[in-house]
């Protein structure tokens, strides 16, 4: 199999228009665009006829194993705009001492932590980036906790365009000199998530960026989505019943429910689509909150605090979008409180071996609850996502020390 394959090979493409996720207006393909005309995300709406007369699920397999095999699905319509560092697909790894002991048949874990820059905020701007260069965009920012900043500053440098990234205050310091690395200009801002948001809003005019910030323009939400395409293929077409997903801008969950949509219609996949479960951090749980009171929207959750940074949003303009998924898919939200995150981190490593994210650890943290509470049954096939590489995180404390002429030195070691 040729690796660059998907990268080389131009295919159909099958945009059909835009869409304003509120009003359902139509918009031309092909220009550039923020939000809708009353401020929604747009989504990108293909001709799902035309591919699944050009193309057969199984035609898939001749095809490199990255994210741009699903090239008819995106929306990239010439090859050499293509900025690629490598999107593999991402394995599903199983839990066996965790299922056991829970007595589930099997529990997965899908580890987005091997993308390039370690999250997978890479399928979301490897995307994005391709359509920045067909559209003749040249300058791109974006307010971003870490891991999308990171993404982004790779594949500008790689695209040849100019990104800023604004960080708030309290972003871990890896993140912020792998952003300077990768080649963005890096800014901490006093403030959060939405804080920073404003200034990247503010310099459209002033410093004449583009405003790539999540679910402001249509296309990261279209790579990531990739990631429910590749679940399922991963899963001969057939779809888990849940899937505990980290909850903070939302767009990996509102991208994967949008392509379970688009399996459907595409007859690639059948039977029921899985229920689709927010997990928050208890510091900062918008989302959970409007689910309990049955709202469309969410409120602004202040003093968000929480160490799993990537799921640290406050408000989300995706929100309603985020809880009509959770309703349309029989699913719900829920959160956990940072020490049960701890918990579920320390035993995925010392009982697994697999290292996760904190927000990685937080659906297993979910899934236990949820569990606990009957929300799922030990029949379910779950699946919890790990968006980013644990490696990025702080980690506790460890190394104890041996003097190296101590003659006791054995029983330190095995004490
Ligand atoms: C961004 C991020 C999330 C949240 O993803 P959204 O789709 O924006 O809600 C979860 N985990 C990690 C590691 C992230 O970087």
Not at 17 to 42: F, Q
Not at 100 to 115: H, I, N, Q, S, Y
Not at 147 to 152: M, S, V
Request: overall charge negative; some cysteine.
């Amino acid at each position: 199999m040729r690796s660059d394959l998907s990268l080389t090979t131009d295919r159909p493409t099958f945009v059909a228009h835009l869409e304003c996720s509120e009003t359902g207006t139509r918009y031309p393909p092909d220009r550039i665009y923020g939000l809708s005309d009353v401020g929604k995300p747009l989504l990108v709406r293909y001709d799902l006829d035309g591919v699944a007369r050009t193309v057969a699920p199984e035609a898939l397999d001749a095809r490199s194993p990255d994210l741009w095999r699903y090239r008819e699905l995106l929306p990239v319509r010439h090859t050499e705009h293509i900025t690629s560092l490598g999107e593999t697909m991402t394995p599903l790894v199983d839990l066996p001492s965790v299922a056991g002991r829970l007595g589930v048949a099997r529990l997965l874990v899908k580890d987005e932590g091997r993308l390039p820059t370690g999250s997978f905020k890479a399928r979301g701007m490897t995307v994005a980036v391709s359509m920045a260069r067909e559209l003749g965009i040249r300058r791109l920012a974006m307010p971003s906790n870490g891991n999308a900043g990171a993404a982004l500053a790779a594949y500008a440098t790689r695209a040849g365009l100019e990104a800023y990234v604004f960080v708030p205050e309290d972003t871990p310091e890896v993140n912020v000199r792998e952003i300077a690395h990768a080649g963005a200009k890096v800014f901490r801002v006093d403030g959060l998530i939405d804080e920073a948001g404003r200034i990247v809003a503010e310099g459209t005019e002033r410093m004449g960026w583009f405003d790539l910030s999540t679910l402001k323009e249509p296309y990261r939400i279209e790579g990531k989505k990739t990631m429910g395409l590749e679940l399922a293929e991963q899963l001969g077409w057939e779809l888990p019943d849940v899937i505990f997903y980290p909850t903070g801008g939302g767009t990996g969950l509102i991208g994967m429910w949008k392509a379970f949509e688009e399996l459907r219609t595409l007859g690639w996949t059948t039977g029921r689509p899985p229920r689709m479960v927010a997990v928050q951090a208890a510091g900062c749980a918008p989302i959970v909150k409007a689910w309990r009171d049955g709202a469309t929207h969410a409120e602004r959750w202040e003093d968000a605090h929480t160490i799993a940074a990537g799921i640290r949003v406050p408000a989300a303009i995706g929100d309603f979008l985020i809880l009509r998924a959770l309703r349309e898919s029989g699913g719900f939200a829920i959160d956990v409180p940072d020490g049960e995150i701890v918990e579920a981190s320390r035993e995925l490593g010392s009982v697994e071996g697999l290292m996760t994210s904190p927000e990685g650890a937080a659906t297993y943290a979910a899934y236990l609850r949820a569990l606990a509470e009957g929300l799922v049954s030990t029949e379910d096939r779950v699946v919890l996502f790990n968006c980013g590489n644990g490696l990025k995180y702080p980690l506790p404390a460890a190394g104890r020390r041996i003097d190296k002429t101590a003659p006791d030195w054995a029983l330190i070691a095995d004490s």
